[in-house]
């Protein structure tokens, strides 16, 4: 029975993105937010602890059965599916934890927005190579408020990124920094289990958090088992060419 109506299908094309609340099962959620306690130094107990240490990612967690469950065996891998087309993702994969503590200074600063894939000299990317996917899911583990360093996107950018790379070659941007007139903002808000999926070529970034929670996020992000092959072409121009499931 298919996850999404037309409406929704249209929406993604549309904004970039679409919210799912309660989309992964309480208990898979449970079972990860107890493995990472265990891996991080921080006491789950004592908020004292959680403060003022930045924004990191913790891989082991990542690459666990529970968080690879959490991915493939929910409905998150299902309506990627139903957007990308049957049979044509990769899957198995895990996602990285992205983790915003709270801050003792509670100046509240907006996000910058980039593209995923892009080398920095703190990203984990290679230099020299760019990496490219087709969506990726914001899954949340926490709940996490507004001003919470919640995921933010700009709707819409995907086409501007299509329409950008037209006439601007794909590797070229140094950090995923482009120079788009930006709309107004959307920051994902919500609680454990709920999930965004967006477009690869999506502007997005994490706000600062000010609250007294951490910001615990899942990222999974998704490509076509023939990705390599196709990585710098634009397929006429079209944005859809490749979405089986939105033609």
């Known amino acids: 029975m298919p996850l999404l109506t037309a409406e ?7 904004d970039g993105y679409l919210v799912f609340r309660n989309l992964i099962d309480s208990a898979l959620i449970d079972e990860a937010k107890a493995l990472v306690w265990e891996e991080m130094e921080e006491e789950r107990d004592d908020p004292t602890t959680w403060v003022d ?64 894939g892009y080398y920095t ?7 020299g190579t760019t990496g490219r996917f087709m969506m990726a ?11 919470g360093g919640g995921f933010t996107l700009w709707p819409g950018t995907h086409r501007l990124s299509a329409e950008y790379f037209r006439t601007h070659p794909i590797d070229g941007p140094r950090g995923g920094q482009f ?20 477009h690869g070529w999506m502007y997005h970034g994490a706000s600062t958090n000010i609250n007294d929670t951490i910001r615990m996020a ?12 196709w990585k710098f072409d634009l397929d006429g121009g079209d944005l859809w060419g490749r979405w089986d499931g939105l033609r």
């Open 8 to 14: 929704q299908k249209q929406t993604f094309r549309d």
């Open 137 to 147: 899911a914001t899954m949340y583990l926490e709940d996490i408020g507004p001003k």
């Open 53 to 116: 240490k930045g924004y990191r990612t913790i891989p082991n967690v990542g690459h666990s059965g529970v968080v690879k469950r959490i991915v493939n065996e929910s409905p998150v891998f299902a309506v990627a599916e139903e957007l990308a087309g049957k049979g044509v993702l990769n899957g198995g994969g895990g996602a990285t934890p992205h983790f915003g503590f709270p801050r003792s200074d509670k100046t509240w600063r907006p996000p910058g927005g980039h593209l995923d």
């Open 121 to 127: 000299p703190t990203n984990g990317v290679t230099k």
């Open 179 to 198: 120079p788009f007139p930006l709309t107004e903002r959307y920051e994902f808000t919500g609680g454990p289990g709920d999930v965004c999926v967006w």
């Open 218 to 229: 899942l990222i999974t992000r998704l490509s076509r088992k023939d990705q390599q092959d």
